[in-house]
């Protein structure tokens, strides 16, 4: 992947969001008729949006949506990449993105997460070869460290030194982690945010501890400026794991990130 420029603090975003949010809130045409009033202009792909992906395309068609990133598993990217091409170029998926490790595949050491950051860079490869980007999406145990102190996250990064990465800020925060160290040593790597935030003690017990964006704890205005002066980061994913009302979450988490954006 190439080293995106960072300094894009001037240009407009077109807010994206993550479809595995509204998992629980179906019909998939509701929920796109509901993006899209709201003002949303991307979403990001998932597997549970791909079984029929000409219908859905003609669903966003309608509203006015695209999907120019989406989530592959490490299965489908290592074992069907034909597959995974032909879901991409039939939704218009760009930006290739593998995005959890289940807990029994994660390595336990630092040789294992360096040989886990060699099959993404073959993954890598393949998607350039094609004509996709590719980037992988951290959750909060690529910064947990390892026996040696190191954290996984690091190793991912190195021995993979051409894909990019979609970082989850509020992961790496719940994984006691302050990202802005990270924006500082691979901002230029960083080509995509998941926008998410979390609930403030003893709020948000029926929604996994996370809360609309702009709502919670993490500082979003100072911190999207950072973004935004520090990274490559072209797409802003929205996301939030279990809302328990997917209108108000889309709704107040665009409203609040449009009021950075203007401030």
């Not at 807990?103 to 993954?123: M, N, Y």
Request: charged share 25%; net charge negative.
């Amino acid at each position: 992947m190439g080293k995106a420029e960072r300094g894009s603090a001037g240009s407009a975003v077109s807010w994206s969001f993550q479809l595995y949010s509204a998992r629980n809130f179906q019909p998939w045409e509701k929920v796109l008729d509901l993006l899209g009033g709201l003002g949303y202009r991307e979403v990001e792909g998932y597997g549970g949006v791909y079984d029929e992906p000409s219908a859905f395309r003609s669903a966003m068609d309608r509203v006015g949506l695209a999907m120019p990133s989406g989530h592959f598993g490490i299965e489908a990217l290592e074992g069907d990449f034909d597959g995974v091409r032909a879901i991409a170029d039939t939704l218009g998926i760009k930006l290739l993105i593998c995005p959890y490790l289940e807990a029994d595949q994660r390595p336990r050491d630092a040789a294992g997460w360096r040989h886990f950051g060699e099959r993404l860079a073959k993954v890598g490869e393949t998607a350039k070869r094609h004509g996709y980007d590719f980037a992988w999406h951290n959750h909060e145990f690529e910064f947990e460290p390892l026996p040696d102190g190191s954290v996984p996250m690091d190793h991912i990064l190195a021995a993979a030194p051409d894909i990019g990465w979609e970082m989850d800020v509020a992961w790496v925060v719940r994984g006691g982690t302050d990202p802005l160290p990270w924006f500082d040593r691979y901002g230029a790597r960083i080509v995509a945010i998941h926008v998410k935030d979390m609930a403030r003690p003893g709020e948000g017990l029926d929604e996994d501890g996370w809360a609309d964006v702009g709502h919670g704890t993490i500082g979003w205005p100072a911190l999207f400026a950072a973004v935004r002066s520090g990274t490559g980061a072209c797409h802003f994913v929205m996301e939030q794991d279990n809302p328990n009302d997917i209108a108000r979450f889309a709704r107040r988490s665009i409203e609040a990130a449009q009021a950075w954006q203007e401030a």
